[in-house]
């Protein structure tokens, strides 16, 4: 069992920075792989990026170059540094965590970019 929360959303200028926290209840370090996903209104929830127990990424095209995924396995948390932030990343940002063979998520944390 693993329980998420995620917190560092809020509101943002256009061109603007948020970190993004994502906790853990337990140890990440045999985690298979854990992510960030966002969902917008009357939109799907999508891929932002992934990092692996080894420390291997993947980001959506949409937000590469601009945001940085990383773990921290000391502090049983997952980062998401967003630069350069555009009204499109307006969302709601969830945390995923794979532990195969169970999926979890955690409530979510908005993100509001707007002038």
């Known amino acids: 069992q693993v329980q998420l929360v995620e917190s560092g959303g809020g509101f943002v200028q256009p061109g603007g920075s948020l970190r993004l926290s994502c906790a853990a209840s337990?140890?990440?370090?045999?985690?298979?792989?854990m992510g960030w996903y966002r969902q917008a209104p009357g939109k799907e929830r999508e891929l932002v990026a992934t990092i692996t127990s080894g420390g291997s990424t993947n980001y959506a095209d949409s937000v590469k170059g601009r945001f940085t995924i990383s773990r921290d396995n000391s502090k049983n948390t997952v980062y998401l540094q967003m630069n350069s932030l555009k009204p499109e990343d307006t969302a709601v940002y969830y945390c995923?965590?794979?532990?195969?063979?169970?999926?979890?998520w955690g409530q979510g944390t908005q993100v509001a970019v707007s002038s």
């Open positions: 337990r140890s990440i370090f045999s985690i298979n792989y």
């Open positions: 995923k965590a794979v532990l195969l063979p169970r999926v979890y």
